[in-house]
């Protein structure tokens, strides 16, 4: 009777378990649950996080008003303490799929392998072009009253926005701020109803364009505007336009929302197999604390995968 010969598939070596590009706080907690699962993980960060310009960060529990800087610091310092995780600073231009997994192309030349990538990159805001508002940028133009508003409440504001945009986040902004003007920065799309609306709650509409965001380190003095002069204000609320850092989603074949963040489901997972996301890169409600949960939701379920894999 002739033997059987069973063929077993040769495992494929891996670098790593879990490669992650960027190292801000959704990679870092990532990192942290993979670690603790005893996975291999490489964070790759490029040292430039979203929040660099903000002076101190709000509304996250148990660092309330601490800086940006300082979190992510102690962040590291915690995951570097699990052995099988490495952090190396630099950038990642490339990512492809491989037999197996994903490789990873540095911009210093050097390149790395995985069987799972998570992206957590961020987003890189993209500001209109006007004098001073990239360096007031996340100092006192800001975006979130949930992150900031507490800070200037009571305060004469301002919103850049226009349309039914600005009309949804006037009446957000007036619960911190009942000295409050929009500024449309050309004619304003607000529709009759809604400018009445805003004129009954003493809501003044400028509609000429802003010129200039004149400030101190950050700090906003006044508005000028083309036509009308200047205005001084403490803050202005604004959204700027995001973009992706790197094209990832051609490289590895996923999908972006209409916003340009990349496209996930309720367990971080992208359109591409294998290759999950967190953080700022997948939502608009960048606050801390979501985008850290993000990480570990990512992880874990990331790991599951692997698991199930290999039993």
Not at 45 to 62: A, K
Not at 78 to 83: D, G, N, T
Not at 283 to 289: I, K, P
């Amino acid at each position: 009777m002739k033997s059987l010969l069973i063929f077993v598939p040769k495992e494929i070596d891996m670098d790593f378990d879990v490669i992650i590009i960027g190292g801000s706080y959704a990679g870092l907690s990532a990192a942290l649950t993979l670690a603790r699962a005893t996975r291999t993980v490489l964070i790759v960060d490029s040292g430039e996080p979203c929040n660099r310009q903000t002076p101190h960060s709000y509304n996250f529990l148990t660092h309330d008003g601490d800086k940006p800087a300082e979190i992510a610091a102690q962040a590291k310092a915690e995951v570097l303490k699990y052995p099988t995780v490495k952090f190396l600073a630099g950038k990642v231009l490339s990512a492809s799929e491989i037999t197996g997994g994903f490789t990873v192309g540095l911009e210093s030349g050097e390149s790395f392998s995985a069987r799972k990538l998570i992206i957590a990159t961020g987003l890189k805001d993209v500001l209109p072009d006007i004098k001073g508002l990239a360096e007031c940028w996340a100092i006192s133009v800001i975006h979130c009253p949930y992150c900031h508003g507490y800070e200037v409440k009571g305060e004469k504001i301002g919103l850049m926005m226009n349309g039914e945009q600005a009309y949804d986040m006037v009446k957000n902004l007036y619960l911190w701020n009942k000295n409050l003007s929009l500024l449309t920065n050309g004619k304003s799309e607000l529709t009759a109803e809604q400018t009445e609306k805003l004129k009954s709650k003493s809501i003044q509409i400028i509609e000429d364009e802003i010129v200039e965001f004149v400030h101190a380190n950050g700090e906003l003095e006044h508005v000028v505007f083309a036509n009308i002069g200047q205005l001084a204000l403490k803050a202005v609320y604004a959204r700027a336009d995001v973009k992706q850092h790197v094209d990832f989603d051609v490289q590895l074949n996923f999908e972006l929302t209409e916003l340009n963040t990349i496209k996930v489901n309720e367990q971080q997972q992208t359109t591409a197999k294998g290759v999950y996301a967190a953080g700022d890169c997948t939502t608009m409600f960048r606050s801390l604390s979501v985008i850290t949960a993000t990480g570990t939701m990512a992880a874990v379920v990331l790991n599951k995968e692997m698991i199930s894999e290999d039993f």
